[in-house]
């Protein structure tokens, strides 16, 4: 009587759960750490790890649509390089392309980038467009 019971409510279970999706939205795949790995044929790529390499730069998408850019902390790109984190915004604007808004030492800076690989691990993206807003 007791394997019987058991074998009913397992094959509920398995019912129940065939009707619940469980895809992740792009803004959730985002979210996290993202710190820089590569450049290949104009695309970067990111690894997610728990947190930002103090000698690398990355990027931090967090669920309130705010972002950390770690970047150069100034002019100078010849290492060795100073690195510091700049606030920013963020939004999907498709379901492959985002628009990002941050600081850097010299204004701020707005670009829209093309997501071409995306997976629990690592994010690979292109510059579509790049717009700076210098200091005066």
Known sequence: MNLLKIIILFSVIVILSSFISY???L???LLGTWVYSNQHNQSIQF???RSFDSKKPGIEFKKNGTLVKRQNSGWCGTPPISYQNYKGTWKTTSDSTLNIRYEYWGGKI???WLITDLSKNIIAV???NHRIEKNK
């Open 23 to 25: 895809s992740d939205t």
């Open 27 to 29: 803004e959730d795949k």
């Open 47 to 49: 690894k997610k790890e």
């Open 110 to 112: 707005e670009e829209d």
């Open 126 to 128: 292109k510059s579509l």
